[in-house]
């Protein structure tokens, strides 16, 4: 009933599921804010037209799954994502394919997440430009499970991350390394 995923987000109220016909939504700087269930039906594209983060979720709970997000924006002074999760509790990103973003999933402060089954693939070319896969920064007892990484600076990164689960991923032809703790 909605024309955009971003005024979907606005109205949903908790524990919410919010269903995302197929299509092409041209939206970044989308916010999950409410502990909600969002599932797309054969990977509607949420397109970030390369103008900052694409979908940033800040909600203890919150469900992302099955979408293409695409085209994030590039930045040397911030940490641009396709999906960024933010200070939140048990969030699950599951079943999505990321192309093209300069960090695809980036956890940050954020506690037993799992980031699970998700394409994710970039086309970077040096480190400076570029992000990687998954991203984790001070955050503890993440679940990073089945997922498949490419072409990023690193598959996998960890700063500050503890009592986590990184298992059965295939990280491959990434600048770096295929996983990098710090």
Request: include cysteine.
């Amino acid at each position: 009933a909605y024309q955009t995923i971003g005024s979907a987000l606005v109205k949903a109220n908790h524990g919410d599921t919010i269903t995302v016909q197929p299509g092409v939504y041209k939206e970044h700087d989308l916010n999950i804010t409410k502990t909600i269930y969002v599932r797309g039906i054969d990977y509607p594209v949420i397109d970030g037209e390369t103008k900052g983060t694409v979908l940033t979720i800040h909600a203890n709970g919150a469900v992302l799954d099955g979408f293409k997000v695409i085209n994030s924006g590039v930045s040397q002074r911030t940490d641009l994502a396709g999906i960024l999760i933010v200070d939140s509790y048990n969030v699950t990103v599951k079943n999505n394919k990321l192309d093209n973003t300069q960090f695809a999933i980036y956890s940050q402060h954020s506690r037993k997440c799992t980031i699970r089954d998700n394409e994710i693939r970039s086309y970077a070319t040096n480190e400076v430009l570029s992000g990687n896969g998954v991203h984790a920064w001070r955050s503890d007892s993440l679940l990073i499970i089945g997922n498949k990484i490419s072409g990023h600076r690193d598959g996998i990164y960890f700063e500050f991350v503890t009592n986590s689960l990184v298992w059965r991923n295939i990280s491959s032809e990434n600048i770096r390394y295929g996983i990098h703790f710090m």
